[in-house]
């Protein structure tokens, strides 16, 4: 449930950041918030690429800029790059030498922050108020937390989804490499109508699939949509069950009680003869996971069931020893955001029958907990204040 799903995400927070052995001043926190609603990370990284004018550079300037470029005060650090790379996406006009040169003519959208910038800003908030003295609570601060809860910003979206049902999941075997079933290629299909019909732009959208066939087909449905071909990755094939690939859990027992036995047992350490475990698929998972995380366009990724429990368990920061048992159900995307406060889970369940997908909307914060406590401990502080939106988070 939501509650103990907060809880837990509160205790691994926790957990990840530690604790600073001074307490956080008020300033810091406003500031963070500040670089939170001005759409900057701390330390100064970059996380939005805004070009507002097209920019002229004639030659002799653009030459002066590659060799020298700290003689030129660029608004966005992001532009450099642009320059110093083999623009295909920027035009220039044609003529003599001391023709300028326009790049980019369009000024770029937004993009989101990362899933791992919003992390660290995340983390580090988190832990301000965790050391914070709350009956000394400046009541900017609570006025700049609920106005930036009230307008919460999230991150770019990482979509997960298994494969398609297979012959396989037909007469429970678990493992092989068999191709989609009929139901299997229906869900494909409404896949790729769910982004195709959908009021989100997709055209930059990451695609990534195992090296089993039955990703590579449900993936292949969606070759209109996004960013060039899926990327095939190793690293999130499904878990290797050894001996026991391409049989039923009834056959396994019959065969290998004692391996039955075991695995029952404890199915988070259980390793198959000849294959891996929940902990060694984590293991494996987690560089690919960490990579995804830092993209500032949407990700999709087809995978398979225990692969996208251990996913699952990353995303939302879960107790390792619940991986085996979370529900990852077929014919379902899910749909991960982070914000500042926690993150927003959208499941989209498909209906094969009428072809359409229902959807389901889970929010997990650390906010609302910090605010109550205010509210316990002086309810006539948080009771006078106003919500209002600073000019910061003009957005």
Same mark, same amino acid.
């Given at each position: 449930?939501?509650?103990? =799903?907060? @809880?837990?995400?509160?205790?691994?927070?926790?957990? #990840?950041?530690? !604790?600073?052995? #001074?307490?956080?001043?008020?300033?810091?926190? %406003?500031?963070? &918030?500040?670089?939170?609603?001005?759409?900057?990370?701390?330390? @100064?990284?970059?996380?939005?690429? $805004?070009?507002?004018?097209?920019?002229?550079?004639?030659? !002799?300037?653009?030459?002066?800029?590659?060799?020298?470029?700290?003689?030129?005060?660029? $608004?966005? !650090?992001?532009?450099?790059?642009?320059?110093?790379?083999?623009?295909?996406?920027?035009?220039?006009?044609?003529?003599?030498?001391?023709?300028?040169?326009?790049?980019?003519?369009?000024?770029?959208?937004?993009?989101?922050?990362?899933?791992?910038?919003?992390?660290?800003?995340?983390?580090?908030?988190?832990?301000?108020?965790?050391?914070?003295?709350?009956?000394?609570?400046?009541?900017?601060?609570?006025?700049?937390?609920? =106005?930036?809860?009230?307008?919460?910003?999230?991150?770019?979206?990482?979509?997960?989804?298994?494969?398609?049902?297979?012959?396989?999941?037909?007469?429970?075997? &678990?493992?092989?490499?068999?191709?989609?079933?009929?139901?299997?290629?229906?869900?494909? @299909?409404?896949?790729?109508?769910?982004?195709?019909?959908?009021?989100?732009?997709?055209?930059?959208?990451?695609?990534?699939?195992?090296?089993?066939?039955?990703?590579?087909?449900?993936?292949?449905?969606?070759?209109?949509?996004?960013?060039?071909?899926? &990327?095939?990755?190793?690293?999130?094939?499904?878990?290797?069950?050894?001996?026991?690939?391409?049989?039923?859990?009834?056959?396994?027992?019959?065969?290998?009680?004692?391996?039955?036995?075991?695995?029952?047992?404890?199915?988070?350490? +259980?390793?198959?003869?000849?294959?891996?475990?929940?902990?060694?698929?984590?293991?494996?998972?987690?560089?690919?996971?960490?990579?995804?995380?830092?993209? #500032?366009?949407?990700? %999709?990724?087809?995978?398979? #069931?225990?692969? %996208?429990?251990?996913?699952?368990?990353?995303?939302?920061?879960?107790?390792?020893?619940?991986?085996? +048992?979370?529900?990852?159900?077929?014919?379902?995307?899910?749909?991960?955001?982070?914000?500042?406060?926690?993150?927003?889970?959208?499941?989209?369940? +498909?209906?094969? @029958?009428?072809?359409?997908?229902?959807?389901?909307?889970?929010?997990?914060?650390?906010?609302?907990?910090?605010?109550?406590? &205010?509210?316990?401990?002086?309810?006539?502080?948080?009771?006078?204040?106003?919500?209002?939106?600073?000019?910061?988070?003009?957005?």
């Amino acid at each position: 449930d939501l509650i103990s =799903s907060e @809880e837990k995400f509160n205790e691994t927070t926790s957990h #990840q950041i530690g !604790k600073d052995s #001074q307490d956080p001043s008020f300033e810091e926190v %406003l500031d963070l &918030i500040s670089q939170m609603t001005a759409h900057q990370s701390p330390n @100064e990284e970059e996380i939005y690429l $805004k070009i507002e004018e097209p920019i002229a550079l004639d030659s !002799k300037q653009e030459a002066s800029l590659q060799s020298s470029p700290e003689d030129f005060i660029i $608004k966005d !650090k992001f532009l450099l790059t642009d320059l110093n790379s083999n623009s295909a996406n920027s035009e220039s006009t044609e003529g003599s030498e001391g023709s300028p040169k326009k790049l980019p003519s369009k000024a770029p959208q937004k993009t989101l922050l990362s899933h791992a910038a919003m992390k660290k800003l995340s983390h580090r908030l988190s832990l301000m108020l965790q050391n914070s003295d709350l009956e000394k609570i400046d009541e900017e601060v609570i006025n700049s937390l609920k =106005s930036l809860k009230q307008n919460e910003v999230y991150s770019t979206p990482i979509y997960f989804s298994r494969h398609g049902q297979s012959i396989y999941n037909t007469k429970e075997l &678990i493992g092989g490499d068999s191709l989609l079933s009929a139901k299997g290629k229906k869900y494909a @299909e409404g896949l790729r109508k769910f982004f195709q019909e959908s009021q989100e732009k997709f055209d930059d959208l990451q695609k990534y699939c195992s090296t089993l066939k039955r990703t590579q087909q449900t993936i292949g449905y969606l070759s209109e949509v996004g960013a060039g071909e899926p &990327i095939i990755r190793p690293e999130i094939d499904e878990i290797n069950a050894g001996i026991c690939d391409s049989m039923t859990y009834e056959q396994i027992e019959e065969k290998f009680p004692e391996e039955f036995k075991l695995r029952k047992k404890d199915k988070l350490n +259980y390793r198959y003869p000849e294959g891996e475990s929940y902990i060694d698929l984590k293991a494996r998972l987690k560089p690919f996971l960490e990579e995804i995380e830092e993209s #500032q366009t949407p990700v %999709l990724v087809i995978s398979h #069931q225990a692969t %996208l429990r251990c996913a699952y368990d990353h995303m939302k920061g879960l107790k390792t020893e619940e991986i085996p +048992y979370i529900q990852v159900p077929l014919h379902s995307l899910v749909k991960f955001e982070r914000s500042i406060f926690g993150y927003r889970e959208t499941i989209y369940k +498909y209906d094969t @029958e009428k072809g359409t997908f229902g959807k389901e909307v889970h929010k997990v914060n650390f906010i609302d907990s910090f605010l109550e406590q &205010i509210e316990a401990i002086s309810p006539s502080k948080s009771a006078g204040l106003h919500i209002r939106m600073p000019d910061l988070i003009q957005t």
